[in-house]
């Protein structure tokens, strides 16, 4: 991707990752992993280039050049994966 996209306040701009699993909670909620691409100027906690689970219910997701993001607010990061 080489357009710049820049999230308001506390989002995470989120492609996910094609190769993890999906996950199903005790809730059964889908969740799922994808790598951070861009973050609001509110985030905290999460860098670009983290890995973070996310619920997928409800997020407000986005296509460009054919690969879906989701913009999620950094609360919304259940956990960080590190490698």
């Known amino acids: 991707m080489d357009k710049k996209i820049t999230p308001y306040t506390n989002f ?3 492609e996910p990752n094609e190769k993890t699993s999906v996950i199903v909670s005790s ?3 889908l969740q799922t992993f994808g790598k951070v691409k861009a973050v609001g100027p509110e985030v ?3 860098k670009v280039g983290a890995t973070v689970a996310f619920e997928l219910w409800d997020k407000p ?3 460009i050049d054919g690969i ?5 607010r950094e609360s919304d990061a259940l956990f960080q994966l590190e490698v």
């Open 61 to 63: 997701e986005c296509e």
């Open 27 to 29: 809730q059964r909620r």
């Open 12 to 14: 995470l701009w989120i």
């Open 68 to 72: 879906t993001y989701h913009l999620v």
């Open 44 to 46: 905290k906690y999460t």
